[in-house]
């Protein structure tokens, strides 16, 4: 190995995640053959930038926000996750979209922009900071019509924001995610979405951990799938794993 390439590799980002997976492989409970300790994300980080290179570059706004969450290290869904999130909604012509846990309005902006006129985004974060942030952005972006920022709890919120929503993108924390299936999929509108970030989380529904947030993840994920007369759901492997389900009645 030339020693010109010895700082690079030994990158303090590298030796940070190099540990992370090592951690979590040596937590498994499974081992599969072929598994090996960096393989805990779906995607490669190689493969992830390839396809956000052939993106075009993201808006001012976009830009800002990403900027921020990279500052502040705050988990963002990033650029493939909202293109997505976009695109599901351009797809089935949303018009009224419920978020649970929106940060400062990231996601939330990919979907508004998907929305026709008079469409909105319903907002949720228990952190009055992250609703003054998101205000800003939308504004910026031009679309402060289409948002609706509740502050507080986001499963309080929705039991008492009346009406059907064309898509809900639950993003909350993961020991909630039991109960942000069960109390948002009964509020689709036939034909809506529900769509969950980190459904794969880190890797760690392979049975490395069994704390709450690993626990509530597998138990979301196995009830995605105990209804399919109600609502019929896959996970995709993107990023960290994002559960798509259709409401069918
Ligand atoms: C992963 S971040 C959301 C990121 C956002 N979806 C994006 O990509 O732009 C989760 C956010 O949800 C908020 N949160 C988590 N659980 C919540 C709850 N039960 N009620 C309200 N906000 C919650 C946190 O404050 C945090 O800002």
Redesign the pocket.
């Known amino acids: 190995m030339a020693p010109k390439h010895l700082p690079h590799l030994l990158s303090p980002a590298r030796l940070r995640f190099a540990a992370r997976r090592l951690g979590q492989y040596a937590r498994l409970k499974v081992r599969e053959p072929g598994l090996r300790w960096w393989m805990l994300t779906p995607a490669n980080p190689a493969m992830t930038r390839y396809v956000e290179g052939l993106f075009p570059p993201p808006d001012p706004v976009l830009a800002e ?1 990403e900027r921020v ?1 990279a500052e502040r290290r ?5 650029p493939e ?2 293109r997505l999130l976009h695109l599901l909604a351009l797809a089935i012509g949303a018009r009224r979209v419920f ?10 902006l990919w979907l508004a922009r998907a929305l026709p006129e008079g469409g909105e985004v319903h907002c ?4 009055p900071e ?1 609703a003054r942030l998101a205000r800003g952005f939308f504004e910026r972006a031009g679309l402060g019509g289409r948002l609706r920022f509740h502050e ?6 929705l039991a008492r924001t009346p009406g059907e929503f064309d898509l809900v ?1 639950n ?3 993961k020991h ?1 995610y039991p109960r942000a299936l069960r109390e948002s999929a009964p509020r689709l509108r036939p034909g809506g979405l529900y769509v969950a ?2 459904t794969l989380w880190h890797g760690r529904v392979l049975g490395g951990a069994s704390d709450r947030d690993t626990e509530a993840v597998l138990a979301h994920n196995r009830a995605l799938f105990e209804d399919e007369g109600s609502l019929f759901s896959t996970v995709l492997p993107v990023r960290d794993g994002l559960a798509v389900g259709i409401r069918r009645s």
């Open positions: 926000m969450g705050f988990p963002l869904v990033g996750v909202g978020e649970l846990g929106s940060g400062f309005g990231y996601s939330a949720t974060d228990s952190d992250n507080g709890d986001a499963l309080e919120t993108f993003d909350v924390d909630d970030d980190n």
